[in-house]
């Protein structure tokens, strides 16, 4: 997803976008109350594609990537942020330079052909790899808010998001044997980072904590496990200045996961960039 903070410095997404580039696009405050941890992941407990779990997950990543929990508003959101991937949209932080922007798009065009976007996939064919606006202004932006008007755009928005993003991380998760925090760690570094073979991808990430800890699913304890996958994110978000800030991790997941909240129950209460929230 994405942009991080719409008013920090610009994020970096280097190695989530070479990702997408190269497939073809293919928690914090206190939490109140205490929770039992350790062990595999629980048959009785909703994993986070549960939809009220996937609700919480969305709201927790545009905590970080909107500074706001209402991550439907930011359908119709575009600008340029000057990271040097043109333009930045969406829901997922969607990009003209890198590829994940165009897929959108097309997709879109498939299911609705005739759309207010489809002109501009020759022009988002030949800006993807640059921060070019070629072919693109002045009228992208109020088309594109145009466009996040219509709900097949919106639901194309939440399909991308799903298969690249939130489907892959959540299935590895169930793989390990985590419960929806873990499963929700691996989400919000896959948005991040992408899953490509880069050192700060998410698989890299996740074989660099499989050094220091086992999974459940190899018998591992769930909760030394994240500890260790999350000091592997930490490390390669600071591999970069814009992502020096770790806070979604030291003040969100981190509180999560020391409070023994592995089922990612309410309420919900974190900080990001020391701004407080809350899920009741």
Not at 45 to 64: N, R
Not at 156 to 177: L, M
Not at 194 to 215: E, N
Request: a neutral charge; one cysteine or more; hydrophobic letters at 35%.
């Amino acid at each position: 997803m994405v942009q991080i903070r719409r008013d920090a410095a610009a994020p970096s997404r280097i190695s989530r976008r070479s990702a997408v580039a190269l497939l073809g696009a293919a928690a914090t405050g206190a939490v109140i109350g205490v929770w039992h941890g350790g062990g595999s992941a629980s048959a009785a407990a909703p994993g986070l594609d549960d939809p009220a779990k996937k609700e919480i997950a969305m709201k927790l990543v545009s905590s970080a990537e909107n500074s706001s929990l209402d991550w439907k508003a930011q359908y119709k959101y575009i600008e340029d942020i000057g990271d040097g991937r043109g333009y930045t949209a969406g829901i997922i932080g969607f990009c003209s330079g890198t590829g994940d922007m165009l897929e959108l798009v097309q997709q879109y065009t498939d299911r609705k052909p005739g759309n207010v976007l489809a002109k501009y996939l020759p022009a988002l064919r030949r800006v993807n790899g640059s921060d070019s606006h070629d072919g693109l202004d002045p009228n992208f932006p109020r088309d594109w808010r145009k466009a996040a008007q219509d709900s097949a755009f919106q639901q194309a928005q939440n399909d991308e998001r799903d298969r690249v993003y939130f489907n892959p991380a959540v299935k590895q998760g169930k793989a390990d044997g985590l419960r929806a925090l873990g499963q929700f760690t691996y989400y919000d570094a896959i948005v991040m980072h992408g899953d490509g073979d880069d050192p700060t991808s998410f698989g890299s990430i996740r074989k660099r904590a499989l050094r220091h800890a086992k999974p459940p699913a190899q018998g591992g304890d769930e909760t030394t496990y994240l500890n260790a996958f999350l000091d592997a994110r930490v490390w390669a978000m600071k591999q970069e200045e814009a992502h020096s800030d770790t806070s979604r991790v030291d003040t969100e997941q981190r509180v999560f996961l020391r409070k023994g909240n592995l089922d990612l129950d309410t309420p919900l209460d974190w900080k990001v960039y020391g701004d407080p929230y809350h899920i009741g």
